[in-house]
Every structure is written in C-alpha cells, then in structure tokens.
C-alpha cells in the first residue's frame, strides 16, 4: 500500500523559500510513475504546482514555473518542493500525490498547511 | 492554462442522482481522454474517484461513473447518500508538457 507524508515548516515569511518535503512509503520511486505537488488554499480549489518523474524530468505550471524547483532523491525514496520569494498568496495546504502518465493522481498525502505571514 | 469550469454547487435528495459538468477546452478535456475526478470531504485530502474519464478505482462504487462529451466532462452521482455530500474536482491532461489543469470545485449537498 503506497503511502505519501507532507513534512515541513508550517510558518515562514515573505520572501523566503518554501521547502517541503514528500516521503514515499510501500512503493519505490526508481521503479516508475510520476510524483507531484497539488496547492489548495483556505476555502479555494487545487492548483497543479508540478510534477517529477522518476527520472528527474520535471513538469511545472506556467503560472509558477519562474519560482519552483522539484527534485527527487531515489536514494531516501522522498522529493521536494521548493518555492522560492514566497507571498502571502502562497498560503495553502500543500498535497503530494502519486501521478500517472495519464494525469491522476492517487494516492494523497494528508497535506500540509504552510502559512506565509509576517 | 485556465482552470476548468465546474459549478459552485449542486444538490440533491437522497436517492436521487445528480451530475455535475466539468467545461474545458480541445487543448485538455477535448483533446484527451484523460479526465480525473476527486471527492474531498472537510479537512481532508482528495480521493480519486473516476480516471481517464471512466474508469472507477478498486473500492469506488459503481454508483459513481463518469462520461465525456466534447470539450465537457461529468461526474454522475447516482442514489445519492449523505456521505456524498462533498467538494468534487475534475481534472484534465492538459499537454504535451504533463501539464495538468483542476476545475474550480463543486460543492454537492445532499438534502
């Protein structure tokens, strides 16, 4: 059973880099797929931030692509997600998620709320 | 990119069915069969119920099915249950980039 745990800080300012991290459990991350990260914030719907396949090659949304980096160490079976000169419009609960080729993504991690405030 | 359009809300009683459409363009929901739906219940993280426009997942009921036509998708709820009441999400393919595109959420309540 594959499973997925969001970890980071939880609290950050303006203007510093967003960094969490997605470790993968029951599955291994050289063995395929893609892996992704889904944003949602308070009260609104998700927004694709991007995707890693298990190679490196990486996926980002247009609207975001300028300030993230999506990596994947197969070594400790987890990737990452930075998002660098954070705003407050960046507050959201952050997902990570298995991905298809076919674009669905299941499963889930549990999600993590990342606030952006001075 | 734009996201897809999905209506704000939707109900029905319980027994009923109920279905709510997902509107894209040719370059996503169009263009590909590759359309995805998510129920997400407060507090909670998104549980994929239809893939590639569709197919359920193992353990989904098959009183959710999913259908395309043209550049619209929709999600078919049928006899409904109050554990239904939920936030619902399409989801499309959206390139050759693996880019991915969401649709703005619809609430379902279940009367």
């Known amino acids: 059973q594959v499973q997925l745990q969001e970890s980071g800080p939880g609290l950050m300012k303006p203007s510093e880099t967003l960094s969490l991290t997605c470790a993968v459990s029951g599955h291994s991350i050289r063995s395929g797929f893609y892996w992704g990260w889904i944003r949602q914030p308070p009260g609104k719907g998700l927004e694709w931030i991007g995707s890693i396949y298990h190679s490196g090659s990486t996926y980002y949304n247009p609207s975001l692509k300028s300030r993230v980096t999506i990596s994947v160490d197969t070594s400790n079976n987890q990737f990452s997600l930075r998002l660098s000169s954070a705003t407050a419009a960046d507050t959201a609960v952050y997902f990570c998620?298995?991905?298809?080729?076919?674009?669905?993504?299941?499963?889930w991690g549990q999600g993590t709320l990342v606030t952006v405030s001075t | 990119q734009s996201a897809l359009t999905q209506p704000p809300s939707a109900s029905g009683s319980p027994g009923q069915s109920v279905t709510i459409s997902c509107t894209g363009t040719s370059s996503d929901v169009g263009g590909y069969n590759y359309v995805s739906w998510y129920q997400q219940h407060p507090g909670k993280a998104p549980k994929l119920m239809i893939y590639?426009?569709?197919k359920r997942p193992s353990g989904v009921p098959d009183r959710f099915s999913g259908s395309k036509s043209g550049n619209t998708a929709s999600l078919t709820v049928s006899g409904l249950q109050a554990e239904d009441e939920a936030d619902y999400y399409c989801s499309s393919f959206a390139g050759s980039n693996n880019f991915v595109v969401f649709g703005g959420g619809t609430k379902l309540t279940v009367l």
């Open positions: 590639e426009v569709t």
């Open positions: 998620a298995r991905k298809s080729g076919s674009a669905w993504f299941d499963p």
